[in-house]
């Protein structure tokens, strides 16, 4: 488990983490979002141990991160921008992070290489910066690390090759046991692979939590009426959000779904059911209620 208690950093004037709490568990994928100068890229390098915060703690497995090659046994860390010794191989560099990796599968890194047409003996330098993100995806997973830290890195990565790498990370975590945290600044990379999402904002945390948990206390209902329906209609709900198309109506409803159903249907409605909430909805409404609003914080 990923602890993170009370961390701050500033670069000269710049405060780039205020106070920031988090508790990463295992066998999850943590989707970490913000704006672009939010702080994430700063919290990953603190948690990975290559800068040193200014205040709190940051600890894994119950140890310091920092200066603790121990831990960093333990994780990997693939950059925004990925880096390459000059006319190196992807072979070459798997051949440099198996002295660092005592658990370094080499096999499985060609396995990784065939499936994703990635040549081993390939320079480097040659390949596209999608290409080379594979690489670095692919020499993550290969180090057999319990934590795999990455910087926004389905940046770059045509529609296809982006839904194989996020099939690959779910793939490793449900074969063993552990943990991957993914920092983006779009909430719809996270959607489909994220188990617990984390919103920085302005350096601190604004909200996490749990998809799941989410998820049942936030609905969105279509339904359509014979009649006009106003808010005041349904007093005893908490309507976070009405929209209408003639006499359709789709409302985003906090609370128990049991409840609001049993409530909108004093109003007979001709037709009604439960949508899919998308996570950017469920972010709007989390959002709303801190004070914030999401679409000018995000994309």
């Given amino acids: 488990m990923i602890e993170i208690k009370g961390v701050s950093k500033t670069f000269d ?40 915060q200014d205040e709190g703690d940051v600890s894994i497995d119950g140890a310091p991160v920092f200066e603790n090659v121990t831990v960093k046994e333990r994780l990997f860390f693939i950059p925004d921008e990925t880096y390459y010794f000059g006319n190196a191989t992807p072979l070459q560099m798997a051949h440099y992070y198996k002295r660092f990796y005592p658990h370094f599968d080499e096999s499985y890194f060609l396995h990784l290489l065939k499936n994703f047409d990635l040549e081993p003996q390939r320079k480097l330098n040659t390949l596209s910066k999608g290409m080379k993100k594979q690489v670095a995806v692919i020499t993550a997973l290969s180090t057999k690390t319990k934590y795999i830290f990455c910087d926004e890195t389905f940046d770059g990565l045509d529609p296809v090759i982006r839904q194989g790498v996020k099939s690959l990370l779910a793939s490793a975590l449900s074969e063993r046991a552990m943990a991957v945290i993914v920092a983006s600044h779009n909430l719809r990379e996270l959607e489909d692979i994220s188990d617990h999402i984390g919103l920085l904002h302005k350096g601190g945390v604004l909200l996490s939590k749990d998809l799941d948990d989410m998820k049942l206390s936030i609905h969105k209902i279509q339904a359509v009426f014979d009649h006009e329906i106003m808010k005041e209609h349904f007093a005893d709900l908490k309507i976070l959000k009405m929209d209408r198309r003639g006499s359709l109506y789709t409302l985003v409803i906090r609370g128990d779904i049991d409840d609001i159903m049993t409530i909108l249907k004093r109003e007979n409605p001709l037709f009604i059911e439960t949508l899919p909430l998308t996570l950017e909805e469920i972010f709007i409404s989390e959002t709303e209620v801190k004070g914030y609003d999401l679409k000018k914080l995000l994309l």
């Fill in 13 to 52: 004037d710049v405060k780039a983490l205020h106070r920031v709490n988090l508790e990463i568990k295992d066998g999850s994928i943590f989707g970490l979002v913000g704006t672009n100068g939010a702080g994430k890229s700063t919290l990953l390098r603190i948690m990975a141990g290559i800068i040193r």
